[in-house]
């Protein structure tokens, strides 16, 4: 999964855009955005994708004035499987 992060002017809510390769059966698409103690500020998920190349809105939710870092966790998951992959990418506002 390719992964990659763009915060909106307001600071509030950032895209994120996600592309995955081919599958035969459409996945789960989870995310989550946490600030630098872990906790969570946005969440995500996605039942049964059909696309390869999406782009998300995720709000962000208690923001500090003071500029740090956030992380994107991202997985792609099976209801019969489980988990098969998973990513993050830190970015900042």
Do not use: C
């Not at 049964?48 to 003071?66: C, P």
């Amino acid at each position: 999964m390719d992964l990659l992060v763009e915060p909106w002017e307001d600071r509030q809510r950032v895209r994120v855009h996600a592309r995955i390769t081919p599958f035969q059966k459409p996945p789960n698409l989870e995310f989550e955005i946490r600030d630098a103690n872990g906790e969570m500020l946005a969440s995500a998920y996605i039942v049964e994708n059909i696309d390869f190349d999406l782009v998300i809105t995720m709000h962000l939710r208690r923001l500090s004035l003071q500029p740090q870092q956030f992380t994107l966790h991202a997985n792609i998951q099976y209801d019969e499987i489980g988990l098969v992959y998973e990513d993050q990418i830190l970015f900042s506002l």
